[in-house]
């Protein structure tokens, strides 16, 4: 839980939180009067320390934790061993915490000192018409529950509250059932079928008390019958207690009671009970708001109690139904918070003038989940507690904040848990709300007790502005959140509504204000408020169509545009590939076309083929015909030169040069041309030789492949007459075995042959014995038969 830091860097080695400092202890008790009618003081904070149990003592818990300096302080001393001890010794945080309160009981205290010294003035208040909140505060087993509701002999609180209650009315009680709390301040009248309902609900509660006890009387463990604490225990004057003797004597009262409790973020209900039976799951209950700020809980059940005996059967039959809740979802009692509200109504002529609430709240152990090692639902339900008594801290501390500072008004945090929202109208100045902060002195709780004391001083700091409460109309008045009313004298108060609107408070499904409480005028105005507020927001809510609209349209602008980038890198893309393929699909077309052009050069060479020997012969003409212009040349040259030496004669040779020159010239012209033709003739050729030799290359290419396969082939062709000359070979033998055997049979048949004269002279023949031994000499295969035969026959030699 986070608390506020309260090291005290001016101090040495000890820490003192003394929430009083701005003013003296005398003043704590004081409540200053303020205009109106309303009061103002501080928050009471009372600190109860609990004797040490048997078993405490001797597991060696008693350290001297806990020093009580006199009846408003208290010095913290950390044990040896604990995290505040270990941290002092690095130097972090202090070994020795001094707090003060508005009174400190120590362990010796009885439960009737402390009951006069912390509720009555409360007491007074609630008899006197006001709203009142106690809360317990503290650890697991620091005597909170004990405080409260104390035990048979010694009882706490809330007993006391009762009974004190019960003197007050004393014969001024209002038997009838038909005057009902309603909400969190109304009441309302009930017809007889109404009353009949509430009597036997109530009825049921007792009967289900009276067999637990009679179960308890058979069982020999009965309590029954002293749990109903008597007036000899609960002693106090009870004149003391109302502002006004004589009102009471006038008026009557009748008092109402319910008892609920908030687990895991849920209210049950204590007073139901369908509770006790094992197999019914509880129905956890709503917390609503009555259109006033005032949080309630929807349908509770409210007991109309007479006798302080009916009082303590209905504490008696919630606490069993907590503790069978308790037991069934396996949990300790500890861990909810239980919260008992007595309802107190003023009637005056069968008309309720004024009602006030006293709540009794004892708190679940305050112990953070780190120490108690939670884990699973157990996390979940101790962050739920923890949650919620965190809320409350933070509630105190900008209550107090805002106190302290005038101007400030930030943000209270009391819808944030169900226990805060209950008790918002008690801080916010409907009533008076004090705190019991019960700690143990054991050296191994030492660090969570400190952390308790923090927060307690906290509390205390809290400055409660508690207003006079008039009954003046059972209509309730919409508060805001900070308490404030927003509907004032019928008109709606903008400025408050505007800020109630802004928290969406209205939108709170669980705040459902019941508007035909309010008056006919209450609710024109509150119309008339509503539409203009409509207008504004419409208004509102057209500019923020405009300004979504026009981030939207940017938004699609901006889209669009991505888009389009997104589509031109594509189509780039695209445009890219395609050039790709193209180019490819060119240089294959331009592979092909080289290879047609190939295929007809090579087609050409094979049609213009020249044969080597004829190749060589024209080689040769063209040789010839080399030297043949090289001599012409020569010539040329020569008569060049004959010509440049001019005669004296000139006249008379002229004629005959000219035509030698001329008959020159078309020789030299003729021999021209036929070089030409030559070298054209000589270049086809060099261009066939050229090819010729790479047709003569592909050949013996291709010759060395077929003669390589040639090779092969004959190698297997070796192979295969190997194969075939070893198989004659065989052959061979198997026939050469065959003759043997013919001359073998043939032998065989002669001899036979010459058996059977001997056997006809001697014996008549044995036809079946003869013809098995034809059989065998015939079988080649039962020779062995046939010599076995011969052996047989040959044995009788006769
Ligand atoms: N002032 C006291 N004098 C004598 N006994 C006490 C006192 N305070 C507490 N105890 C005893 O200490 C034990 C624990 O007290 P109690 O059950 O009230 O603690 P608690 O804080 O309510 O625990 P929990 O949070 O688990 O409900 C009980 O046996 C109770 O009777």
């Known amino acids: 839980m986070s608390m506020i830091n309260l090291t005290n860097e001016d101090s040495d080695d000890m820490q003192t939180v003394d929430m009083d400092r701005t003013c003296d202890a005398s003043t704590l008790s004081q409540q200053t009067d303020l205009p109106g009618g309303a009061a103002q003081q501080t928050m009471r904070v009372y600190l109860r320390v609990r004797p040490f149990s048997k078993e ?233 708001d009555d259109g006033a700020g005032n949080a309630y809980v929807k349908d509770l059940r409210w007991i109309n109690i007479h006798t302080l005996g009916e009082a303590s059967k209905v504490l008696q039959f919630g606490n069993k139904n907590r503790s069978a809740a308790a037991t069934k979802m396996n949990q300790s009692s500890s861990r909810s918070h239980s919260i008992f509200t007595m309802k107190l109504l003023k009637i005056d002529d069968r008309t309720v003038t004024r009602i006030s609430e006293f709540s009794l709240c004892d708190l679940a152990g305050s112990e953070r989940c780190n120490k108690t090692k939670t884990f699973g639902e157990r996390l979940k339900e101790a962050g739920n507690i923890n949650n919620s008594l965190l809320i409350l801290g933070k509630c105190m501390t900008a209550l107090r904040n805002n106190q302290a500072d005038g101007m400030k008004n930030s943000y209270i945090p009391f819808r944030e848990s169900k226990l805060t929202k209950l008790f918002q109208a008690v801080f916010c100045g409907k009533g008076k709300a004090s705190m019991i902060v019960n700690i143990n002195q054991c050296a191994s709780t030492y660090d969570e007790t400190l952390h308790v004391m923090k927060f307690s001083a906290v509390a205390k700091q809290v400055v409660q502005v508690i207003r006079d409460k008039p009954l003046k109309s059972l209509a309730p008045c919409l508060v805001g959140r900070d308490g404030k009313p927003l509907v004032k004298n019928g008109v709606i108060d903008t400025q408050a509504l505007e800020s109630f609107l802004s928290e969406n408070e209205l939108l709170d499904e669980e705040d459902e204000a019941d508007v035909s409480l309010l008056s006919q005028n209450e609710l024109a105005n509150m119309i008339e408020s509503l539409q203009t507020k409509l207008v504004a927001e419409r208004k509102k809510n057209l500019v923020h169509e405009i300004e979504i609209r026009k981030e939207m349209g940017d938004a699609m602008q901006q889209l669009i545009m991505e888009s389009e980038e997104l589509r031109n890198r594509q189509v780039e893309e695209l445009k890219e590939g395609f050039q790709e393929k193209l180019e490819n699909t060119f240089e294959m077309y331009k592979d092909a076309i080289k290879k047609h052009a190939y295929q007809s050069a090579m087609n050409n060479l094979e049609d213009n083929y020249v044969p080597v020997d004829d190749f060589i012969a024209e080689q040769d003409k063209v040789e010839t015909l080399k030297q043949k212009v090289s001599e012409l040349e020569c010539l040329t040259s020569s008569i060049r030169g004959l010509c440049a030496v001019p005669t004296v004669d000139q006249s008379c040779q002229t004629q005959p040069y000219k035509s030698t020159e001329a008959a020159v010239d078309d020789q030299r012209k003729r021999l021209y041309r036929e070089k030409c033709a030559i070298e054209s003739i000589c270049e086809d050729k060099q261009q066939l030789i050229i090819s010729l030799e790479k047709r003569l290359k592909d050949l013996t290419g291709t010759l060395q492949k077929v003669r390589d396969g040639f090779l092969e082939k004959s190698c297997e062709l070796d192979d295969l007459q190997r194969k075939s000359n070893d198989q004659r070979k065989s052959m061979e033998e198997i026939l050469r075995q065959n003759v043997e055997k013919g001359r073998e049979i043939a032998s065989l048949k002669a001899e036979l042959a010459k058996f059977s004269q001997k056997s006809s002279v001697f014996l008549k023949p044995k036809h079946g014995l003869l013809a098995n031994i034809r059989e065998a000499v015939t079988s080649p295969r039962k020779s062995s038969t046939g010599r076995l035969l011969r052996k047989t026959v040959s044995t009788p030699q006769y």
């Open 56 to 288: 405490e003592l001797s597991d060696k818990e008693d350290q001297d934790c806990v020093e009580i300096e006199n009846s408003q302080t208290v010095t913290l001393n950390a044990p040896k061993g604990s995290a505040t001890m270990k941290s002092s010794e690095k130097g972090i945080g202090m070994s020795l915490h001094k707090f003060s309160f508005s009174q400190i009981f120590g362990p010796e205290i009885m439960q009737s000192e402390v009951f006069e010294a912390t509720v009555k003035s409360q007491m007074t208040d609630f008899l006197d018409g006001k709203n009142a909140l106690i809360f317990s505060y503290g650890v697991t087993n620091a005597g909170k529950t004990y405080t409260i509701q104390g035990t048979l002999k010694q009882p706490g609180i809330l007993p006391r509250v009762l009974d004190a209650t019960f003197q007050y009315i004393g014969a001024n009680l209002y038997e009838g059932m038909d005057l009902k709390p309603y909400l969190r301040n109304d009441a309302q009248y009930l017809d007889s079928d109404q009353v009949k309902q509430e009597s036997s609900a109530k009825a049921d509660i007792f009967a289900s008390v009276k067999e637990e006890c009679d179960r308890l009387r058979v069982s020999g463990l009965d309590s029954c019958s002293s749990t109903r604490p008597s007036s000899s225990s609960l002693s106090y004057n009870q004149t003391e207690l109302a502002s006004n003797p004589t009102e009471a004597a006038s008026s009557q009262f009748a008092l109402w009671v319910a008892f609920f409790e908030i687990y895991n973020e849920c209210v049950y209900d204590l007073l139901q009970p369908s509770l006790c039976s094992k197999s019914k799951k509880r129905a956890s209950l709503r917390v609503c």
